[in-house]
Nanobody, 121 residues
Framework: QVQLVESGGDLVQLGGSLTLSCAAS????????MVWFRQAPGKEREEVSC????????HYSDSVKGRFIISSENAKNMVYLQMNSLRPEDTAVYCC??????????????WGEGTLVTVSS
């Protein structure tokens, strides 16, 4: 059974840091492009970052470039999103997703339920 479970969401102050974790089961993350999305209240879902081939390929949205770092740990079948210099506009539900692809593409095969990140000013 395929499952993606996110954790690590929390309330954090402006400028703070947080690391989100995504635990995958039922498939191997190294065979998939792993993606973090976020959706803020009243806004459309946004792709935040993608990783493929043990970080040979990484993508970041312009809104988080230079502040967020995506990584994976194949031995634990985990994907992480380290978030630094957090801003109130980073407040959202963050979801982990996976697509069986050699590159980062928009259509996902699997989705997690998400974890809430709230940044207070």
């Amino acid at each position: 059974q395929v499952q993606l479970v996110e954790s690590g969401g929390d309330l954090v102050q402006l400028g703070g840091s947080l690391t989100l974790s995504c635990a995958a089961s039922g498939f191997s993350v190294h065979e998939y492009a792993m993606v973090w999305f976020r959706q803020a209240p009243g806004k459309e879902r946004e792709e935040v970052s993608c990783i493929r081939n043990d970080a040979e390929i990484t993508h970041y949205s312009d809104s988080v470039k230079g502040r967020f770092i995506i990584s994976s740990e194949n031995a634990k079948n985990m994907v992480y999103l380290q978030m630094n210099s957090l801003r109130p506009e980073d407040t959202a539900v963050y979801c982990c997703a996976a697509v069986r692809s050699e590159i980062c593409i928009p259509n996902m095969d699997y989705w997690g339920e998400g974890t809430l990140v709230t940044v207070s000013s």
